[in-house]
């Protein structure tokens, strides 16, 4: 076997190795009212650093945590998206890695007016949580392992570098952890009570 040919296979390990190692993440509507004028839902994350990023957090790096939440009408036929989805994304670690991520985490996202709600209807919140990274240290790393440093590469070697850091980010991206929940189904009654 040639060189490139053990590198590529054990980068195809290593990147299976990560994935069998992920711990799952665990979303829950905790509540969901209305205020004066608007409907906020809290959304309740267990979980939320899976083993796997456990280590870029210890070394400094950063998690993007995105939570997506949509409120949706129950109907007979097909369900109505209420409000566009809201997106929050959180950064973890970074400038204190030694604090703490909390387990459990609440958050809580403002969904949309009041106004939009009929008290006779019921409504259920639906909720999408992604937590990933993009290990940059390691990307160059083994680019480095690859095709040499940086600055002993020429004309075809840095094409193939930059190729092969880019397919490694996406690569870390679509190896992130997510998790999916919808809440019980509520009047919009029970929504609006004080």
Known sequence: MTRRSLLSL????????????????????????????????????????????KK???QGGQLHLRVQAELWEKRSVWDRLVYPAVIQILRLGGVAPTTAVQNPMEVTIDLGGRDRLDSAE??????????????????????????GKESDATGLASFGRAVFRTALKVSDYLQSVSADVKSKKMSGTEITRP
Do not use: N
Not at 16 to 29: F, I, Q
Not at 131 to 145: F, M, P, Q, S
């Open 10 to 53: 054990a980068l195809v390990a290593l990147t299976a190795g990560r994935v069998a190692a992920a711990a799952p993440l665990d979303v829950s509507v905790k509540d969901v009212h209305a205020s004066a004028a608007t409907v906020r839902t809290t959304i309740q994350l267990r979980d939320v650093v899976p083993d796997r990023f």
């Open 56 to 58: 870029v957090i210890e």
């Open 122 to 147: 019921q409504y259920y919140v639906h909720v999408v949580a992604t937590i990933g990274t993009l290990a940059e240290r390691e990307v160059d790393d083994v680019g480095d392992a690859v095709f």
